[in-house]
């Protein structure tokens, strides 16, 4: 017989949707082609969590649609910008767990249907377009979605941009504890912030001074954002001043590809094998890149590199993929 532990009543419970744990994976090539040594750098292996094509979004939406489920939810609300992980993941756990998916999308249709888009299809979602707003922005437009589910007898479950809740965030604090025991001397964790619920899981579990994130643009206050996800998810303030935080890599704006990301992704291909995407896991290899050039990182230190998914985005981004081609038309 199996045992389990007994959980209170009122405890959130979370949805099985991954795997786990993820592995950590040696990055040697890497690390001796950025000046560290062959063993300083490892990469978390959080694009392989499993269902939907995998990414961080789904440590976050165990917690979100275990709530959901536990309120007796039929369908899930949510937001983002076209290519949104989030969007695509959220579409992928309905699919599992049975439930509709509305994803409200700033834009319009006729936007490229490539990327994560495509596979919002094939998860059977329905996408309904905001027009032209920032994916934070996009509240207003899924509270409308989810009236008119209402009124139809539906039980809409909202879940936050980026599924970036205190609730969501529980699962990076747990991800955080995870690379804890699977490398105890770790000195600095890098990741990508985007709505702010990673960097803050990570923060409540493994401190303040441990977690380098790098801003992709998401958010307008990257550093309120996580402090405040933080301080409510740990019960202690976290001061915005304390957060390691790197704005460096944001370039014209979320969407837009800069040189040092494909740099970054052109590296982390040629010497391990590894995809990096142009929006959010590029850009934290571009700030981990920049990090140990001014010092931030250095050698004989464990360092970290969170990879949080997000290769479909790759597929949808039209600049990166031409820079991709270039260089292969260029034999280089
Ligand atoms: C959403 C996302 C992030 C950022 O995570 P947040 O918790 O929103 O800050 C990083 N990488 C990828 C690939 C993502 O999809």
Not at 65 to 79: F, K
Not at 138 to 162: D, H, I, K, N
Not at 184 to 194: E, I, N, Q, R, Y
Not at 273 to 281: I, K, M
Request: hydrophobic residues 45%; contains cysteine; glycine residues 16%.
């Amino acid at each position: 017989m199996p045992t389990t532990t007994p959980t209170p009543a009122d405890a959130p419970r979370r949805a099985g949707l991954g795997t786990w744990p993820t592995p950590l994976e040696p990055a040697p090539r890497l690390a001796e082609a950025l000046g560290l040594a062959p063993d300083d750098l490892w990469v978390k292996r959080d694009d392989l969590t499993g269902l939907g094509g995998g990414g961080n979004k789904i440590r976050k939406l165990e917690w979100l649609c275990g709530a959901a489920l536990a309120d007796g939810a039929t369908t899930l609300v949510t937001t983002g910008a076209p290519q949104s992980n989030h969007a695509r993941l959220t579409a992928a756990a309905g699919a599992r767990l049975g439930l509709d998916v509305v994803l409200v999308l700033a834009g319009a249709p006729g936007a490229s249907g490539s990327g994560n888009l495509a596979l919002d299809g094939l998860f059977g979602a329905t996408v309904v377009w905001a027009g032209d707003v920032s994916g934070a922005a996009l509240g207003p437009a899924a509270e409308r979605v989810a009236e008119r589910l209402r009124e139809r007898g539906e039980v809409p479950a909202l879940l936050p941009f980026g599924g970036s809740s205190v609730l969501g965030a529980r699962g990076y604090a747990e991800c955080g504890r995870e690379l804890l025991g699977q490398a105890p001397d770790l000195t600095t964790v890098v990741t990508a912030v985007g709505s702010g619920g990673t960097m803050a899981g990570l923060v409540t579990a493994l401190g303040s001074a441990r977690v380098l994130g790098v801003h992709c643009g998401a958010v307008p206050d990257p550093a309120g954002t996580v402090s405040a996800l933080a301080s409510d998810l740990s019960g202690t303030d976290c001061a915005p001043q304390d957060l390691r935080l790197r704005l460096d890599q944001v370039g014209k704006g979320y969407g837009t590809l800069t040189e040092p990301v494909m740099a970054a992704l052109t590296l982390a291909a040629r010497t391990e094998g590894l995809v990096l995407d142009p929006v959010y896991t590029g850009r934290a290899m571009a700030g981990l890149v920049s990090a140990v050039e001014d010092g931030g990182i250095g050698p004989g230190q464990r360092t970290v590199f969170l990879h949080t998914g997000g290769l479909p985005g790759l597929f949808g981004h039209p600049a990166a993929l031409a820079a991709a081609e270039a260089a292969l038309a260029a034999g280089d």
